[in-house]
């Protein structure tokens, strides 16, 4: 089972990463004004009005092809170069502090339910916090999606953390960027940002994949579990993805 979890998510991100791995910031640039060109019409006092980017909107997307800091950026974020060791090493180590959390929290509220799904749930800020629910037949996905979950038994929400941030900084940088010179919505709703995007979720996915693998099942001691475990990420209200399975 935790093969297929781990195929599917090597999958996953070299589907991405190959889109980008090989095109400058410039191809997005370029990419984004060649779409926003297809524009759409409008009536105004019963005549047609071609509407598509605005003048100012061009000058800046232009002006970003130029633009040093950004280039950089983003040649810095598609070298995808971790120290995975470590990182791994602190994602065993903050797994193991929220599971304490986990059972305490488990223990003092939340006794009779048996824990068989966790998300792993982020918001705006790289941070992944856990989602306990009971028993039910959960699916291995092939990509994001939704899927009923039994949320009538919820064992504990928004406990514990996992800091994704030292793989997503150099993204961070970026958007920063971005917003700094107002075409943040722009690139982010690209195809070819998406790709960046996801690129980054699914390394930070296969990383968490060998840190669960590591601490195994026996780090629960003290949990009532229903196996198998199922472990699932996601970005708040986004479809879930699997991360692993102690079956």
């Known amino acids: 089972m935790n093969e297929e979890i781990k195929s599917n998510l090597e999958y996953l991100f070299n589907i991405n990463y190959n889109n980008i791995k090989s095109i400058s910031f410039e191809k997005i640039i370029d990419d984004i004004i060649i779409e926003e060109a297809e524009t759409y019409t409008i009536n105004v006092d019963d005549d047609s009005v071609t509407q598509g980017l605005r003048e100012i909107e061009i000058t800046k997307l232009l002006n970003a092809k130029n633009n040093s800091e950004l280039i950089t950026a983003f040649e810095n974020v598609k070298k995808m170069k971790f120290d995975e060791k470590e990182i791994i090493a602190e994602f065993k180590t903050e797994i193991l502090n929220s599971i304490t959390q986990l059972r305490n929290k488990i223990d003092s509220e939340n006794k009779g339910f048996k824990n068989q799904i966790i998300f792993l749930e982020y918001d705006y800020e790289p941070r992944a916090y856990f989602c306990g629910f009971g028993k039910g037949d959960y699916p291995i996905l092939k990509k994001p999606e939704y899927f009923e979950f039994n949320f009538r038994e919820?064992?504990?929400?928004?406990?514990?953390?996992?800091?994704?941030?030292?793989?997503?900084?150099?993204?961070?940088?970026?958007?920063?960027?971005?917003?700094?010179?107002?075409?943040?919505?722009?690139?982010?709703?690209?195809?070819?940002?998406?790709?960046?995007?996801?690129?980054?979720?699914?390394?930070?996915?296969?990383?968490?994949?060998?840190?669960?693998?590591?601490?195994?099942?026996?780090?629960?001691?003290?949990?009532?579990?229903?196996k198998p475990l199922m472990i699932y990420g996601n970005e708040r209200i986004c479809e879930p993805i699997n991360i692993y399975s102690y079956e």
Do not use: P
Not at 199 to 205: A, H, M, N
């Open 154 to 226: 919820e064992l504990y929400a928004g406990i514990g953390k996992v800091d994704y941030s030292k793989i997503w900084k150099k993204l961070t940088s970026i958007n920063e960027i971005l917003e700094d010179i107002d075409i943040d919505q722009l690139v982010w709703e690209s195809e070819l940002y998406q790709n960046l995007r996801n690129s980054i979720k699914f390394k930070t996915y296969l990383l968490l994949n060998k840190a669960f693998e590591e601490i195994g099942i026996k780090s629960f001691k003290g949990i009532e579990i229903e």
